[in-house]
Protein backbone atom coordinates (compact mmCIF):
# COMPACT_ATOMS: atom_id res chain seq x y z
CA UNK A 1 0.00 0.00 0.00
CA UNK A 2 2.63 1.93 0.07
CA UNK A 3 4.40 1.65 -3.23
CA UNK A 4 0.59 2.43 -4.19
CA UNK A 5 0.08 5.53 -2.62
CA UNK A 6 3.77 6.82 -3.81
CA UNK A 7 2.66 5.76 -7.43
CA UNK A 8 -0.57 7.45 -6.68
CA UNK A 9 1.09 10.66 -5.24
CA UNK A 10 4.02 10.46 -8.51
CA UNK A 11 1.26 10.16 -10.97
CA UNK A 12 -1.06 12.91 -9.66
CA UNK A 13 1.36 15.35 -8.76
CA UNK A 14 3.63 15.08 -12.24
CA UNK A 15 0.39 16.17 -14.51
CA UNK A 16 -0.93 18.90 -12.06
CA UNK A 17 1.71 21.29 -12.60
CA UNK A 18 1.42 21.66 -16.63
CA UNK A 19 -2.46 21.58 -17.16
CA UNK A 20 -2.37 24.73 -17.78
CA UNK A 21 0.18 24.85 -20.51
CA UNK A 22 -1.39 21.16 -22.14
CA UNK A 23 -4.78 23.80 -22.24
CA UNK A 24 -2.92 26.60 -24.21
CA UNK A 25 -1.64 23.50 -26.32
CA UNK A 26 -4.95 22.66 -26.81
CA UNK A 27 -6.05 26.06 -28.22
CA UNK A 28 -7.11 28.37 -25.61
CA UNK A 29 -4.83 31.09 -25.64
CA UNK A 30 -6.57 34.41 -24.21
CA UNK A 31 -5.13 34.99 -20.78
CA UNK A 32 -8.39 35.03 -19.01
CA UNK A 33 -10.06 32.00 -20.82
CA UNK A 34 -6.67 30.00 -19.69
CA UNK A 35 -7.28 30.97 -16.11
CA UNK A 36 -10.92 29.70 -16.28
CA UNK A 37 -10.66 26.84 -18.26
CA UNK A 38 -7.87 25.75 -15.74
CA UNK A 39 -9.68 26.65 -12.82
CA UNK A 40 -12.78 24.32 -14.21
CA UNK A 41 -10.25 21.68 -15.36
CA UNK A 42 -8.76 21.88 -11.45
CA UNK A 43 -11.28 21.57 -9.27
CA UNK A 44 -13.81 19.32 -11.59
CA UNK A 45 -12.51 16.23 -10.40
CA UNK A 46 -12.16 17.58 -6.60
CA UNK A 47 -16.09 18.54 -6.83
CA UNK A 48 -17.21 14.87 -8.16
CA UNK A 49 -15.01 13.61 -5.77
CA UNK A 50 -16.65 15.07 -3.19
CA UNK A 51 -20.00 14.15 -4.06
CA UNK A 52 -19.17 10.36 -4.90
CA UNK A 53 -16.95 9.13 -1.58
CA UNK A 54 -19.80 9.25 0.40
CA UNK A 55 -20.87 6.08 -2.03
CA UNK A 56 -17.66 4.85 -2.54
CA UNK A 57 -16.81 4.42 1.49
CA UNK A 58 -20.69 2.74 1.52
CA UNK A 59 -19.49 -0.15 -1.35
CA UNK A 60 -16.45 -0.45 1.08
CA UNK A 61 -17.97 -1.55 3.87
CA UNK A 62 -20.51 -3.85 2.10
CA UNK A 63 -17.64 -5.28 -0.32
CA UNK A 64 -14.17 -4.84 1.30
CA UNK A 65 -11.56 -2.21 1.16
CA UNK A 66 -9.26 -3.79 -1.44
CA UNK A 67 -11.95 -3.83 -3.99
CA UNK A 68 -11.75 -0.28 -3.62
CA UNK A 69 -7.95 0.14 -4.32
CA UNK A 70 -8.43 -1.39 -7.30
CA UNK A 71 -11.61 0.41 -8.55
CA UNK A 72 -9.42 3.28 -8.27
CA UNK A 73 -6.09 2.74 -9.29
CA UNK A 74 -7.25 0.71 -12.50
CA UNK A 75 -9.66 4.01 -13.13
CA UNK A 76 -6.90 6.58 -12.65
CA UNK A 77 -4.58 3.90 -15.28
CA UNK A 78 -7.21 4.38 -17.86
CA UNK A 79 -8.82 8.36 -17.72
CA UNK A 80 -5.42 9.38 -17.22
CA UNK A 81 -3.82 7.33 -20.38
CA UNK A 82 -6.98 8.95 -22.42
CA UNK A 83 -6.33 12.45 -21.58
CA UNK A 84 -3.23 12.06 -23.69
CA UNK A 85 -5.48 12.18 -26.37
CA UNK A 86 -7.84 14.56 -26.30
CA UNK A 87 -7.99 16.85 -29.13
CA UNK A 88 -10.23 19.74 -27.32
CA UNK A 89 -10.13 21.67 -23.48
CA UNK A 90 -14.06 20.24 -22.77
CA UNK A 91 -12.82 16.91 -23.89
CA UNK A 92 -9.69 17.20 -21.02
CA UNK A 93 -12.15 18.88 -19.14
CA UNK A 94 -14.97 15.91 -19.57
CA UNK A 95 -12.25 13.45 -18.52
CA UNK A 96 -10.94 15.07 -15.16
CA UNK A 97 -14.76 15.48 -13.98
CA UNK A 98 -14.62 11.35 -14.59
CA UNK A 99 -11.49 11.61 -12.82
CA UNK A 100 -13.13 11.97 -9.88
CA UNK A 101 -15.03 9.04 -10.01
CA UNK A 102 -11.81 7.07 -9.45
CA UNK A 103 -10.60 9.05 -6.38
CA UNK A 104 -10.23 7.07 -3.54
CA UNK A 105 -7.30 5.33 -3.80
CA UNK A 106 -5.19 6.82 -0.92
CA UNK A 107 -8.51 7.04 1.66
CA UNK A 108 -9.23 3.54 1.16
CA UNK A 109 -5.66 2.40 1.71
CA UNK A 110 -5.60 4.23 4.98
CA UNK A 111 -9.03 3.16 5.97
CA UNK A 112 -7.72 -0.54 5.14
CA UNK A 113 -4.56 0.34 7.18
CA UNK A 114 -6.36 1.09 10.46
CA UNK A 115 -8.84 -1.95 10.05
CA UNK A 116 -6.33 -4.45 9.45
CA UNK A 117 -3.50 -2.45 11.84
CA UNK A 118 -3.27 -2.92 16.04
CA UNK A 119 -5.20 -0.27 17.67
CA UNK A 120 -1.56 1.07 19.42
CA UNK A 121 0.14 0.78 15.63
CA UNK A 122 -2.25 2.85 13.68
CA UNK A 123 -0.54 6.00 13.93
CA UNK A 124 2.67 4.70 13.15
CA UNK A 125 0.95 2.54 10.20
CA UNK A 126 -0.81 6.22 9.30
CA UNK A 127 2.02 8.21 9.20
CA UNK A 128 4.40 5.90 6.96
CA UNK A 129 1.60 5.47 4.20
CA UNK A 130 1.38 9.65 4.56
CA UNK A 131 5.21 9.01 3.49
CA UNK A 132 4.15 7.33 0.58
CA UNK A 133 2.38 9.86 -0.47
CA UNK A 134 4.31 12.92 0.04
CA UNK A 135 7.37 10.96 -1.51
CA UNK A 136 5.33 11.15 -4.81
CA UNK A 137 4.38 14.72 -4.75
CA UNK A 138 7.36 15.68 -4.03
CA UNK A 139 9.30 13.79 -6.78
CA UNK A 140 6.51 14.02 -9.43
CA UNK A 141 6.86 17.46 -10.30
CA UNK A 142 10.53 17.41 -11.45
CA UNK A 143 9.78 13.91 -13.46
CA UNK A 144 6.88 15.31 -14.86
CA UNK A 145 8.26 18.52 -16.07
CA UNK A 146 11.75 16.80 -17.20
CA UNK A 147 9.40 13.94 -19.16
CA UNK A 148 7.23 17.47 -20.86
CA UNK A 149 10.44 19.09 -21.71
CA UNK A 150 11.74 16.06 -23.42
CA UNK A 151 8.91 14.00 -24.79
CA UNK A 152 5.56 16.38 -24.47
CA UNK A 153 2.85 16.71 -22.81
CA UNK A 154 0.72 13.45 -24.03
CA UNK A 155 3.50 11.00 -23.47
CA UNK A 156 3.29 12.09 -19.71
CA UNK A 157 -0.14 11.29 -19.79
CA UNK A 158 0.46 7.92 -21.42
CA UNK A 159 3.82 6.76 -19.25
CA UNK A 160 1.89 8.30 -15.93
CA UNK A 161 -1.34 5.90 -17.02
CA UNK A 162 0.94 2.56 -17.49
CA UNK A 163 2.85 3.99 -13.79
CA UNK A 164 -1.17 3.66 -12.34
CA UNK A 165 -1.54 0.65 -14.05
CA UNK A 166 1.59 -1.01 -12.20
CA UNK A 167 -0.76 0.25 -9.21
CA UNK A 168 -3.48 -1.76 -9.46
CA UNK A 169 -0.84 -4.52 -10.15
CA UNK A 170 1.17 -4.42 -6.87
CA UNK A 171 -2.06 -3.74 -5.21
CA UNK A 172 -3.86 -6.98 -6.63
CA UNK A 173 -0.94 -9.08 -6.01
CA UNK A 174 0.23 -7.68 -2.72
CA UNK A 175 -2.17 -6.27 -1.21
CA UNK A 176 -4.75 -8.90 1.32
CA UNK A 177 -6.86 -8.22 3.84
CA UNK A 178 -8.92 -9.72 6.25
CA UNK A 179 -12.93 -8.92 5.66
CA UNK A 180 -16.03 -10.40 6.19
CA UNK A 181 -19.12 -9.51 4.11
CA UNK A 182 -22.26 -8.33 5.85
CA UNK A 183 -24.44 -11.46 5.91
CA UNK A 184 -27.20 -11.20 3.40
CA UNK A 185 -30.67 -9.76 4.40
CA UNK A 186 -28.63 -7.46 6.95
CA UNK A 187 -29.97 -3.83 6.28
CA UNK A 188 -27.62 -1.40 4.94
CA UNK A 189 -27.48 1.17 8.09
CA UNK A 190 -28.81 4.76 6.22
CA UNK A 191 -26.13 8.36 7.22
CA UNK A 192 -28.53 9.06 10.58
CA UNK A 193 -27.57 5.51 11.80
CA UNK A 194 -23.79 5.20 10.90
CA UNK A 195 -23.70 8.66 13.46
CA UNK A 196 -25.78 6.87 15.28
CA UNK A 197 -23.48 4.22 16.08
CA UNK A 198 -20.56 6.34 16.74
CA UNK A 199 -19.80 6.88 20.56
CA UNK A 200 -18.69 10.63 19.88
CA UNK A 201 -20.54 12.17 16.65
CA UNK A 202 -19.63 15.34 17.13
CA UNK A 203 -16.06 14.72 17.48
CA UNK A 204 -15.84 13.05 14.29
CA UNK A 205 -17.81 16.00 12.69
CA UNK A 206 -14.99 18.17 14.39
CA UNK A 207 -12.34 16.06 12.90
CA UNK A 208 -14.30 16.06 9.27
CA UNK A 209 -13.60 19.88 9.65
CA UNK A 210 -10.36 19.40 10.83
CA UNK A 211 -9.50 17.62 7.57
CA UNK A 212 -11.35 20.48 5.31
CA UNK A 213 -9.31 23.03 6.74
CA UNK A 214 -5.76 21.21 6.85
CA UNK A 215 -6.30 21.03 2.95
CA UNK A 216 -7.70 24.99 2.84
CA UNK A 217 -4.82 26.29 4.49
CA UNK A 218 -2.79 24.72 2.13
CA UNK A 219 -4.86 25.31 -0.90
CA UNK A 220 -4.82 28.85 -0.18
CA UNK A 221 -1.46 29.27 0.26
CA UNK A 222 -0.73 27.58 -3.52
CA UNK A 223 -1.96 29.63 -5.83
CA UNK A 224 -0.17 32.95 -4.35
CA UNK A 225 3.00 31.00 -3.63
CA UNK A 226 4.85 32.00 -6.99
CA UNK A 227 3.52 35.45 -7.05
CA UNK A 228 4.38 35.94 -3.39
CA UNK A 229 8.34 34.89 -3.63
CA UNK A 230 8.34 36.58 -6.79
CA UNK A 231 7.42 39.97 -4.48
CA UNK A 232 10.20 39.18 -2.30
CA UNK A 233 12.44 38.57 -4.85
CA UNK A 234 11.70 40.76 -8.22
CA UNK A 235 15.49 40.63 -9.63
CA UNK A 236 15.80 36.95 -8.85
CA UNK A 237 16.41 35.38 -12.23
CA UNK A 238 15.29 31.89 -11.40
CA UNK A 239 12.05 32.72 -10.55
CA UNK A 240 10.81 29.15 -11.40
CA UNK A 241 13.47 26.93 -9.78
CA UNK A 242 13.42 29.06 -6.42
CA UNK A 243 8.96 28.77 -6.48
CA UNK A 244 9.69 24.97 -6.73
CA UNK A 245 11.65 24.40 -4.34
CA UNK A 246 9.94 27.17 -1.91
CA UNK A 247 6.96 25.02 -2.48
CA UNK A 248 8.30 21.51 -2.05
CA UNK A 249 10.63 22.15 0.94
CA UNK A 250 7.81 21.13 3.27
CA UNK A 251 7.28 17.71 1.77
CA UNK A 252 11.06 17.10 2.57
CA UNK A 253 10.52 17.66 6.61
CA UNK A 254 6.92 16.54 6.86
CA UNK A 255 8.93 13.12 5.04
CA UNK A 256 11.12 13.04 7.56
CA UNK A 257 9.06 13.21 10.46
CA UNK A 258 5.60 11.87 9.78
CA UNK A 259 6.16 7.99 10.98
CA UNK A 260 7.60 9.22 14.27
CA UNK A 261 5.19 11.55 15.05
CA UNK A 262 2.53 8.77 14.63
CA UNK A 263 4.50 7.00 16.49
CA UNK A 264 4.55 9.94 18.99
CA UNK A 265 0.76 10.33 18.98
CA UNK A 266 0.20 6.09 19.68
CA UNK A 267 2.34 7.03 22.49
CA UNK A 268 0.48 10.24 24.23
CA UNK A 269 -2.81 10.56 22.29
CA UNK A 270 -2.99 11.68 18.29
CA UNK A 271 -5.68 14.13 19.99
CA UNK A 272 -2.16 16.01 21.86
CA UNK A 273 -0.42 15.78 18.44
CA UNK A 274 -3.28 17.21 16.06
CA UNK A 275 -3.65 19.99 18.96
CA UNK A 276 -0.06 20.44 19.20
CA UNK A 277 0.71 20.63 15.12
CA UNK A 278 -2.60 23.01 14.57
CA UNK A 279 -1.53 25.65 16.89
CA UNK A 280 2.77 25.34 14.95
CA UNK A 281 0.56 25.60 11.42
CA UNK A 282 -1.11 28.99 12.79
CA UNK A 283 1.74 30.35 14.50
CA UNK A 284 4.09 29.88 11.25
CA UNK A 285 1.67 31.43 9.06
CA UNK A 286 1.34 34.61 11.18
CA UNK A 287 5.30 34.43 10.98
CA UNK A 288 5.08 34.25 7.16
CA UNK A 289 2.80 36.87 6.86
CA UNK A 290 5.78 38.82 8.08
CA UNK A 291 9.18 37.45 6.33
CA UNK A 292 11.10 40.07 4.50
CA UNK A 293 12.93 38.07 2.31
CA UNK A 294 13.14 34.24 0.21
CA UNK A 295 15.27 32.58 3.01
CA UNK A 296 13.14 33.47 5.92
CA UNK A 297 10.05 32.18 4.00
CA UNK A 298 11.68 29.13 2.86
CA UNK A 299 13.22 28.35 6.82
CA UNK A 300 9.26 29.16 7.84
CA UNK A 301 7.91 26.69 5.17
CA UNK A 302 10.49 23.93 6.25
CA UNK A 303 9.27 23.88 9.37
CA UNK A 304 5.36 24.06 8.62
CA UNK A 305 6.11 20.75 7.07
CA UNK A 306 6.71 18.89 10.67
CA UNK A 307 3.15 20.42 11.23
CA UNK A 308 1.77 18.69 7.78
CA UNK A 309 3.50 15.74 8.93
CA UNK A 310 1.99 14.93 12.09
CA UNK A 311 -2.10 16.82 10.96
CA UNK A 312 -3.44 14.11 8.88
CA UNK A 313 -2.01 11.22 10.30
CA UNK A 314 -3.21 12.32 13.76
CA UNK A 315 -7.06 12.95 12.01
CA UNK A 316 -6.99 9.70 10.26
CA UNK A 317 -5.85 7.92 13.58
CA UNK A 318 -8.55 9.36 15.90
CA UNK A 319 -11.01 8.76 12.85
CA UNK A 320 -10.30 5.57 13.05
CA UNK A 321 -9.79 5.04 16.91
CA UNK A 322 -13.45 6.41 16.86
CA UNK A 323 -15.32 4.29 14.32
CA UNK A 324 -16.84 0.66 14.54
CA UNK A 325 -15.16 -1.40 11.71
CA UNK A 326 -18.75 -2.24 10.04
CA UNK A 327 -18.62 1.59 9.18
CA UNK A 328 -14.92 2.21 8.59
CA UNK A 329 -15.52 3.15 5.05
CA UNK A 330 -18.24 5.21 5.17
CA UNK A 331 -16.93 7.62 7.60
CA UNK A 332 -13.79 7.61 5.82
CA UNK A 333 -15.16 8.13 2.87
CA UNK A 334 -17.10 11.11 4.08
CA UNK A 335 -13.72 12.62 5.77
CA UNK A 336 -12.57 11.95 2.04
CA UNK A 337 -15.28 14.47 0.86
CA UNK A 338 -14.21 17.23 3.49
CA UNK A 339 -11.16 16.98 1.89
CA UNK A 340 -12.18 17.40 -1.03
CA UNK A 341 -14.04 20.50 -0.43
CA UNK A 342 -11.32 21.63 1.13
CA UNK A 343 -9.04 21.66 -1.81
CA UNK A 344 -11.79 23.74 -3.58
CA UNK A 345 -12.68 26.01 -1.37
CA UNK A 346 -9.01 26.88 -0.09
CA UNK A 347 -7.78 28.04 -3.71
CA UNK A 348 -10.78 30.41 -4.04
CA UNK A 349 -10.32 31.77 -0.63
CA UNK A 350 -6.79 32.48 -1.42
CA UNK A 351 -7.25 34.07 -5.09
CA UNK A 352 -10.32 36.23 -3.60
CA UNK A 353 -7.81 37.68 0.04
CA UNK A 354 -5.11 38.36 -2.29
CA UNK A 355 -6.92 40.27 -4.63
CA UNK A 356 -8.50 42.39 -2.24
CA UNK A 357 -5.99 42.74 0.53
CA UNK A 358 -2.82 41.53 -0.64
CA UNK A 359 -0.62 38.10 -0.09
CA UNK A 360 0.25 38.73 3.16
CA UNK A 361 -3.12 38.60 4.39
CA UNK A 362 -3.86 35.22 2.84
CA UNK A 363 -1.24 33.76 5.30
CA UNK A 364 -3.29 35.99 7.96
CA UNK A 365 -6.64 34.19 7.13
CA UNK A 366 -5.69 31.08 7.34
CA UNK A 367 -3.77 31.50 10.27
CA UNK A 368 -7.22 32.73 12.16
CA UNK A 369 -9.58 29.92 10.62
CA UNK A 370 -6.71 27.18 11.59
CA UNK A 371 -6.60 28.84 15.64
CA UNK A 372 -10.67 28.68 15.15
CA UNK A 373 -9.98 24.82 14.20
CA UNK A 374 -7.74 24.19 16.82
CA UNK A 375 -10.79 26.08 19.79
CA UNK A 376 -13.07 23.35 18.09
CA UNK A 377 -10.98 20.14 18.18
CA UNK A 378 -9.54 21.29 21.93
CA UNK A 379 -13.48 21.33 22.94
CA UNK A 380 -14.67 18.33 21.61
CA UNK A 381 -11.23 16.55 22.81
CA UNK A 382 -12.81 17.49 26.56
CA UNK A 383 -15.90 16.56 26.19
CA UNK A 384 -17.45 13.29 28.32
CA UNK A 385 -18.42 11.25 25.26
CA UNK A 386 -14.93 11.75 23.62
CA UNK A 387 -13.65 10.51 26.91
CA UNK A 388 -15.62 7.95 27.43
CA UNK A 389 -15.34 6.58 23.67
CA UNK A 390 -11.36 7.08 24.29
CA UNK A 391 -11.49 5.00 27.33
CA UNK A 392 -13.14 1.96 25.75
CA UNK A 393 -10.92 2.07 22.65
CA UNK A 394 -7.39 1.92 25.59
CA UNK A 395 -9.13 -1.43 26.93
Not at 19 to 27: F, H, M
Not at 150 to 179: D, K, N, P, S
Not at 243 to 270: E, N, Q, T, W
Not at 350 to 368: D, I, K, L, M, Q
Amino acid sequence: MWLGCFLVGLGMSQILPFLPLYLYQLGISDKADLSWWSGLVFSGSFIVSAIVSPFWGKLADQQGRKLMLLRASLGMAIIVTLQGFVSAPWQLLMLRMLMGLTSGYIPNAMALAAAEMPREKTGWALGTLTTGQISGVIIGPLIGGAMADQMGFRVVFILTGLMLFGCFLATWLWVHEQFEKPQKGQPVLNRRQVFASLQAPGFVIGLFIATMMIQLANGSINPILTLFVTELSPDQHNIAFVSGFIAAVPGVSALLCAPRLGRLGDRIGSGKVLLAALLMTAILLLMISMVGNVVELGVLRFFMGFSDGALMPAVQTLLAQQTPPKVLGRVFGYNQSFLYLGNVVGPLLGASVSAWFGFRWVFVVTAVLVLINLLQMAYYLHQPSYQAANDSHKS
